[in-house]
């Protein structure tokens, strides 16, 4: 889900979520009702007419890039420390994935706690979760699961839930409106 918001939707990830057959969508979400139905809503989108890539990526521009004023400013630090970029908060989530000898793929010239990395990791970890339960090595599940879950309230609680607002509230952003939700 992270790379929704660190690139625009582009014509391969369309046609793939597009191939995503019902049972498809369910067992990708475990049934989740909410996660289930925001895939359909974006099938639906993409699938509505040939301009909606092209929509999807200018929304994409107008909430998390610019040039004029973000509609959604993907960043924790904005929210959390008075609009800095590269602020306490990001220089903090950096240095918590460095502990996890992770580091965001794509521009690196972009701030650590921005919301696409941010879920990227949170997405590894819950992967290194798996992996330890299928190694039956319950110890290191717990152990990692404590350690996502530290992740989660430090740097996502405290200001996802706005930005996620501020996503809602900006009218004509269709495809992303559900993107949100998952």
Not at 71 to 84: E, I
Not at 150 to 159: L, T, Y
């Amino acid at each position: 889900v992270g790379n929704f918001y660190l690139s625009p939707v582009n014509k391969t990830v369309a046609e793939t979520l597009l191939d995503l057959s019902d049972n498809d969508i369910e067992s990708l979400f475990l049934k989740q009702t909410t996660c289930v139905e925001s895939v359909r809503n974006v099938k639906k989108y993409l699938s509505a007419s040939e301009s909606s890539l092209a929509s999807a990526k200018a929304d994409f521009h107008k909430l998390f890039v610019g040039p004029d004023r973000l509609l959604a400013a993907p960043w924790s630090s904005v929210y959390l420390d008075l609009g800095t970029l590269f602020g306490p908060t990001a220089l903090a989530v950096e240095k918590h994935m460095k502990t996890y000898h992770v580091a965001p793929k794509g521009n690196k010239n972009e701030p650590w706690d921005h919301i696409g990395y941010e879920l990227s990791f949170l997405s590894s970890e819950t992967e290194g979760i798996a992996d330890a339960l299928n190694d039956e090595d319950s110890t290191t599940a717990i152990r990692k699961a404590k350690e996502l879950l530290e992740f989660k309230h430090q740097f996502i609680d405290s200001w996802v839930p706005d930005f996620f607002n501020a996503v809602q509230e900006a009218k004509g952003q269709g495809m992303y409106g559900e993107v949100v939700r998952l």
